[in-house]
């Protein structure tokens, strides 16, 4: 890679850096952790079912089972013969002609044909009246429809969801192999940055991409180092990229990878490890740099902070991801309709910040005002971001455009 500040590299496209990105990385290895603390780890292995559901056949409702003669013979009144609860273990089995009294999730004792809502049944002391006929095998679970032993429940690369946890609970599983949570390392570069809470010099701005890139990672699944802000001084930058190697899985930071006379960045990466690449044909975005220091991945995300956001949605949460063993690591993009006439200048892939708004059959997505990448005030009202390609000149209202919903 040339140190010369104005030579330009071919630029790769986003799809390629992502390919490149997710070529140098491998998963974590994978370690065993209880369920409770398995929220947004990702799976290291499928899981089958070793519990069938239903476990038995069971009612569905709060009501009466009835034995098989009852059931040809509603409407009617029957004997009523007992009570069956949920957890409840009696085995008494049900007369042809006899009711039982049953409530929602009990087994439904042996010799049921069918179970009514109370509902639609007049009860006395011992007797049972169905107001109207009733079909057999209505309001009963079977065992195993639902879930059969040796089924696939989840895929490895799997990331854990509150609704995975009731799966996997249901299924008495009490810890499951997760890949290893990585561990992200997170600093800001640029002499006029300083922190929240310390007044601002006369040129300074508050750093509002590590705050973001830290809350973003946790989001997305990782542990977090903040190194903080580093000067635009080459040893700092060195110091902090080397302690920053030392203790995580991937290195992130933001600022000086550009080619002005304080970009130390991706210098220091070339001198320090190797500079995989550097510049993707990306608006906003496009100096993003991708290296090592020693073993350990380094993404250098350009300083403006709509850049950062957008390539950290792009690059670093796939890279993450891919650290993480997700399976899918790449964001999602839906086609939704554009609310708006939209043009756009050709050149590079873009992704503009935009609202998804209701229109008359579905949502639509509308591009919001002030797309520079140091514009924050619409980030309010971002919901997502809308892409369009290197090729596109102009979109008409309701065309379907890609969006990477936020
Ligand atoms: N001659 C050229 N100049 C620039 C080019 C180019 O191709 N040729 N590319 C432009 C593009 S595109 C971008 S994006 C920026 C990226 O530059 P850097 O990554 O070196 O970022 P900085 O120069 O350090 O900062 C850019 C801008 O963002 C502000 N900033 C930086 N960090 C933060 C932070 N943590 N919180 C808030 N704001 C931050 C910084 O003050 C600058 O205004 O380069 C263009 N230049
Ligand atoms: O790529 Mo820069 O991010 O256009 O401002």
Not at 133 to 142: M, S
Not at 196 to 213: A, F, H, M, T
Not at 339 to 353: L, N
Not at 371 to 380: M, R, T, V
Request: hydrophobic share 45%; aromatic share 2%.
């Amino acid at each position: 890679m040339s140190m010369d500040p104005c030579a330009e590299p071919a630029l790769l496209t986003v799809e390629a850096m992502q390919q490149k990105l997710l070529q140098t990385l491998s998963p974590l290895p994978a370690a065993n952790v209880p369920i409770a603390d398995s929220l947004g780890r990702v799976l290291a292995e499928e899981i089958r079912a070793s519990v069938v559901n239903p476990r038995f056949d069971n009612s569905a409702m709060d009501g009466f089972a009835l034995g098989g003669e009852a059931t040809a013979a509603a409407p009617g009144t029957f004997p009523l013969v007992g009570t069956r609860l949920a957890g409840s273990e009696d085995l008494a089995e049900l007369a042809p002609g006899a009711a039982m009294r049953i409530t929602t999730g009990a087994p439904v004792p042996e010799g049921t044909a069918t179970v009514v809502m109370q509902e639609h049944c007049s009860v006395t002391d011992d007797s049972v009246t169905l107001r109207d006929a009733v079909k057999a095998g209505q309001n009963i679970r079977r065992r195993g429809e639902d879930i059969q032993l040796g089924q696939c429940l989840l895929e490895a690369g799997t990331r854990v969801a509150p609704r995975h946890i009731m799966l996997l609970s249901s299924q008495g599983l009490e810890t499951l192999q997760v890949t290893r949570q990585p561990v992200v390392a997170v600093l800001s570069s640029g002499d006029e940055l300083h922190p929240v809470g310390q007044p601002l010099s006369r040129s300074g701005i508050y750093d509002c991409n590590r705050p973001y890139l830290l809350a973003r990672l946790q989001q997305a699944g990782a542990r977090v180092i903040d190194i903080g802000i580093v000067a635009d001084d080459p040893q700092q930058i060195r110091d902090a990229l080397l302690r920053a190697a030392n203790e995580a899985d991937l290195i992130v930071s933001s600022g000086g990878v550009s080619v002005g006379q304080a970009d130390w960045l991706k210098r220091c990466v070339e001198e320090l490890g190797t500079l995989l690449h550097w510049k993707v044909n990306i608006k906003p975005g496009k100096p993003v740099a991708w290296g090592r220091i020693g073993a350990v991945p380094f993404l250098g995300l350009p300083g403006n902070p709509v850049s950062t956001l957008v390539c950290a949605e792009l690059f670093l949460l796939p890279a993450l991801a891919r650290l993480g063993g997700v399976a899918q690591p790449l964001p999602r993009v839906v086609r939704l309709p554009i609310a708006h006439d939209h043009k756009h200048k050709p050149g590079r892939d873009e992704y503009q910040r935009a609202a998804l708004v209701a229109g008359a059959e579905s949502l639509q997505v509308a591009v919001l005002k002030g797309q520079g990448s140091g514009s924050l005030a619409n980030l309010a009202r971002t919901d997502a971001l809308l892409l369009l390609g290197a090729d596109v000149t102009s979109v008409a209202a309701g065309m379907l455009v890609d969006v990477l919903v936020l």
